[in-house]
């Protein structure tokens, strides 16, 4: 009740002392200056920012991708890994699947693949010789590590392909893993990185054996044919091209489970120009992700009206991921077009010529070890 009354009393005053005030302020009150309005933007001469014309993304450059745009030509390297093998280089012809990557790349900035010229390569040292005076502008089957960074001055794509150490079996010797190569002979090529890793594996894992070393492949390949050996020991793309030359006896030989020593092979570009090898990295992602999303060289111009988040940015609906690489928006729609994705390049250059199952190249989603950066 007090509280109520303190309130009523607090109105009574400020009524009295509002009233007063009023009743003693001047009837005609002295005119006071009046405070200028600040000049408006077009008083100033100042554009309003609607009205201001926003200029189109200028497209990335290089001296690489510029001298391509300018030619119209996109010059691509393959190593094609021939009979007679410098046993430095560590894998078999994969020429077939960097041929169709370097097609992807020339239809990814030129829109197609007439300007494209495919120049092979019996080494990688005779590739990247080739990469670093300029006469290719990318080689896209190259065994990435830190020497060959330094000496060429060129940095590395994501692989195209995952290459491991293997042992090739005949069916009809009962070996079904490595542990029955236990005091069994075993074919390798002398004085290479296979050899080295057979018996560092071999010991590592108490298993004695017996070695047949070849001076040549040929050698080797006829040895292992005709089982004058029980196991060859090799990385996978070389051991699936020597059984492809037997020919009639192809089914009769067979991988072991096991593998060692992994070694990637994939695009290598010269230092110097950013955007161009961002292309290839992302173009490779494209294929990838392309196979991830069911997306295919038959499908590909029906995908390009779904309405799933990661469907529109790989065919361009949303312009980002084509206006950072200075590309037209259409560019991965195009490119699938041309070559198919990952899945159906691998199967064409290297699954059904070698009969070889996608191991570890298989999606992430499926045990695999392909798998693509974000397209956005």
């Given at each position: 009740m007090r509280h109520h009354i303190s309130a009523t009393i607090i109105a009574v005053v400020l009524t009295?002392?509002?009233?007063?005030?009023?009743?003693?302020?001047?009837?005609?009150?002295?005119?006071?200056?009046?405070?200028?309005?600040?000049?408006?933007?077009?008083?100033?001469g100042i554009l309003a920012p609607r009205s201001l014309p926003i200029p189109p993304p200028?497209?990335?450059?290089?001296?690489?991708?510029?001298?391509i745009r300018a030619s119209g030509r996109i010059n691509c390297g393959v190593?094609?890994?021939?009979?007679?093998?410098?046993k430095t280089d560590l894998h078999g012809n994969l020429s077939d699947l960097g041929g169709e990557i370097c097609?992807?790349?020339?239809?990814?900035?030129?829109?197609?693949?007439?300007?494209?010229?495919?120049?092979?390569?019996?080494g990688e040292a005779e590739a990247l010789s080739a990469l670093r005076a300029g006469t290719v502008q990318v080689v896209t089957t190259i065994s990435p590590d830190t020497t060959v960074a330094a000496q060429y001055g060129v940095g590395f794509g994501p692989p195209i392909f995952y290459d491991t150490q293997r042992f090739l079996v005949s069916r009809q010797s009962n070996v079904k893993r490595v542990e029955d190569l236990r005091d069994?002979?075993?074919?390798?090529?002398?004085?290479?990185?296979?050899?080295?890793?057979?018996?560092?594996?071999?010991?590592?894992?108490?298993?004695?054996?017996?070695?047949?070393?070849?001076?040549?492949?040929?050698e080797m390949d006829a040895a292992v044919a005709v089982r004058h050996c029980e196991a060859a020991a090799d990385?996978?793309?070389?051991?699936?091209q020597s059984r492809a030359g037997f020919h009639a006896l192809v089914t009769d030989f067979e991988f072991l489970p096991e593998r060692f020593d992994l070694e990637p092979v994939a695009p290598a570009y010269r230092y110097g120009d950013q955007i161009f090898g961002m292309i290839v990295d992302w173009t490779i992602y494209a294929l990838i992700e392309a196979e991830a999303l069911g997306v295919t060289q038959a499908n590909v111009a029906e995908a390009a009206r779904r309405e799933d988040m990661r469907a529109e940015r790989l065919m361009g609906e949303n312009f980002a991921a084509a206006r950072s690489l200075g590309l037209a928006h259409d560019w991965?729609?195009?490119?699938?077009?041309?070559?198919?994705?990952?899945?159906?390049?691998f199967e064409r250059t290297v699954g059904k010529p070698y009969h070889l199952d996608r191991g570890l190249n298989r999606l992430w989603t499926e045990g695999g070890m392909m798998r693509p950066l974000p397209i956005r």
């Open positions: 009295v002392s509002i009233g007063q005030a009023l009743a003693q302020a001047p009837a005609n009150p002295a005119p006071t200056a009046s405070v200028p309005l600040p000049a408006s933007p077009e008083e100033l200028r497209a990335p450059t290089g001296p690489v991708i510029d001298a190593v094609t890994a021939g009979d007679d093998w410098n097609r992807a790349v020339a239809v990814a900035i030129l829109g197609n693949d007439d300007g494209l010229r495919i120049s092979a390569f019996p069994r002979l075993i074919c390798a090529q002398d004085m290479t990185q296979a050899e080295r890793t057979l018996r560092d594996e071999m010991t590592a894992r108490g298993i004695p054996y017996a070695l047949m070393a070849h001076s040549e492949q040929g990385m996978e793309s070389r051991l699936v991965a729609v195009k490119t699938i077009a041309a070559v198919g994705n990952y899945g159906e390049i």
